[in-house]
């Protein structure tokens, strides 16, 4: 599954998942036969990877769907409200900002309100705050 996301081995911030790829190593594990709404797809991909921060009514505009019809039929596919697949990407993003700089700029950089935001989502997301998430100098 790593492999097919493209985060095997990967070092840095700058390595991006290959989501598709993930996807149908994931249809292949969970034997999943229906494939992915291309509209969904697409969604995701903006909304997670290309730009986290456009709103939600110009990414279902960009796929010819209402916001109300996208966010059920991203909860329908992917089996997660596309607002929190939203934040676990800025997460992703304030995480790999984490090592070169303090959390408050992590948190800006990713989109978040301000650390306390970033805070609670790391909290809410995977039990941590972004201080223990920091490498431990030596």
């Given at each position: 599954m790593l492999a097919a996301l493209g985060t095997?081995?990967?070092?840095?911030?700058g390595t991006h998942a290959d989501l598709a790829a993930g996807y149908a190593e994931l249809r292949a594990v969970a034997g999943c036969p229906t494939a992915l709404d291309p509209r969904v797809a697409h969604a995701v991909h903006v909304c997670t990877l290309r730009d986290p921060d456009m709103p939600l009514a110009s990414v279902a505009g960009e796929v010819g769907l209402s916001a109300p019809r996208l966010r059920a039929l991203v909860r329908q596919d992917v089996g997660i409200a596309l607002a929190r697949l939203r934040r676990w990407s800025r997460l992703r993003a304030a995480i790999a900002c984490l090592p070169t700089g303090p959390a408050a700029l992590a948190a800006a950089t990713a989109g978040f309100a301000d650390q306390a935001h970033l805070t609670r989502t790391a909290r809410d997301f995977i039990g941590r705050t972004p201080a223990s998430l920091r490498p431990v100098k030596a």
């Open positions: 095997a081995g990967s070092d840095g911030p």
